[in-house]
């Protein structure tokens, strides 16, 4: 998806960002919340507004395991 033509639904700029969420706030398999199974939350974001468009776990492989 070209994120930078993406309307933002709140706000109405096209001005995208990405960003990452880790340390603390890791996403971990339900029941087993062990040290550096979690990954990373990935974020596409209105740098405008601040919207958060889509989050998404960036290694869903380790949720297979």
Do not use: W
């Amino acid at each position: 998806m070209d994120y930078q033509n993406y309307e933002c639904p709140k706000c109405g700029n096209n001005n995208t960002l990405k960003g990452t969420q880790h340390n603390q706030a890791n996403i971990f398999p339900e029941g087993r919340n062990i040290f550096n199974m979690g990954s990373e939350i990935l974020h596409v974001f209105c740098a405008d507004c601040g919207y958060i468009k889509e989050s998404y776990v960036k290694s869903p492989e380790k949720f297979n395991k």
